[in-house]
Nanobody, 115 residues
Framework: QVQLVESGGGLVQAGGSLRLSCSAP????????MGWYRQAPGKQRELVAI???????NYIDSVKGRFTISRDNAKNTVYLQMNSLKFEDTAVYYC?????????WGQGTQVTVSS
């Protein structure tokens, strides 16, 4: 099964920054939206940020002004720049690529913010 490849997670102190990257194989064509989700222990997976093919972005309220999603269509890659990280941002982060009626997912990358 085709998976997206994520990188950039890790351990950071509160107030710090991390940048996540996620690449889709070149064999995946016509990617529509790309997004980042996260799942904290004991909680449901939630959508953090999403970017359309044309670059329109949307964020959940808790990360607005701190996180920035972007994409490089030529590289089939989506990024998530996370600044001013908080303890409550701790979660496994997953990237997603929506193609037609199908969703591709990454394996997840752990982000841990120490308080």
């Amino acid at each position: 099964q085709v998976q997206l490849v994520e990188s950039g997670g890790g351990l950071v102190q509160a107030g710090g920054s991390l940048r996540l990257s996620c690449s889709a194989p070149r064999s995946i064509l016509s990617i529509n939206t790309m997004g980042w989700y996260r799942q904290a222990p004991g909680k449901q997976r939630e959508l953090v940020a999403i970017v359309s093919l044309g670059g329109r972005t949307n964020y959940i309220d808790s990360v607005k002004g701190r996180f920035t999603i972007s994409r490089d269509n030529a590289k089939n890659t989506v990024y998530l720049q996370m600044n001013s990280l908080k303890f409550e941002d701790t979660a496994v982060y997953y990237c997603q690529a929506h193609v037609g009626s199908f969703d591709y997912w990454g394996q997840g990358t752990q982000v841990t913010v120490s308080s």
